[in-house]
Every structure is written in structure tokens, then in C-alpha cells.
């Protein structure tokens, strides 16, 4: 019997202390006959930093989600276990404030940098 955890994801990966972080994927299993990944609705367990965070069981389409927060600045390993089976890792950092608002200010720089390009690129081909 072949499962996987598929699609394993964070509503965001460096959210800031105390926000709701949500956890999604989908459980799947290998069909031999049909050579591909259907669903599996199975059990999946939550390890926080090693400790039990809680079991629930996936929906019928294999999806499954679950909510955390943290009260403590700093990396947190979360890892989701299929049936004992399968296990997958994802890392989240929290983060003051202060870091979300300078990351999102480098972003929106990126941003306007990449829009400033695409017109002067286009204004050159205009005139060429």
C-alpha cells in the first residue's frame, strides 16, 4: 500500500506571533489498476515541535486542514503524520510585526521594480 501526503501547505509560512496559521494537503493512495493517486480518507496526526497537537480525520476528497497559533517568536516544525504510515515536515516562523511590515515593504518594491522594467522594455520596443 503506497500513500502520500500531496500538496502539503501554509496559509503563511512567517506570520506573526499570535496569528492563526492553517495547515492544508491532501491524504492519497496508490491504485495499482488505475495507475494514479485517488484520495484516501484516513487519520492524520499533528506534531508540534514534537508534541501532540491533535488527530483528525480527512474529508472524503482526502483533503485535510488544521489551525495553530504561537505565543513565542521563533521556528516551530510541524509535522503531519498519515496513518502512522507517512509523515511530512513544514517549517513556520513567527514574527514580530515589525519583520512582517519590512518584508512586505520588500515585496512591494519588488513589485513596483518589476512593473518600472516592464514599461521601459516596452517603451523601448515602442520606439525601436
Request: glycine share 6%.
Amino acid at each position: 500500500m503506497k500513500v502520500r501526503i500531496a500538496g502539503l501547505h501554509a496559509s503563511d509560512k512567517k506570520p506573526v506571533v499570535g496569528e492563526d496559521v492553517v495547515i492544508r494537503g491532501y491524504a492519497q493512495i496508490y491504485d495499482d489498476k488505475k495507475k494514479m493517486w485517488l484520495p484516501l480518507k484516513a487519520r492524520v496526526k499533528f506534531l508540534v515541535d514534537g508534541m501532540n497537537y491533535g488527530t483528525i480525520y480527512t474529508h472524503s476528497n482526502g483533503l485535510f486542514e488544521f489551525t495553530f497559533s504561537s505565543n513565542v517568536k521563533g521556528r516551530r516544525k510541524v509535522e503531519v503524520i498519515l496513518e502512522d504510515v507517512c509523515k511530512k515536515e513544514i517549517e513556520i516562523e513567527f514574527i514580530d510585526e515589525r519583520e512582517k511590515k519590512r518584508i512586505q515593504r520588500i515585496g512591494t518594491i519588488a513589485v513596483i521594480i518589476l512593473i518600472v522594467l516592464i514599461v521601459i522594455l516596452y517603451l523601448i520596443m515602442v520606439i525601436v
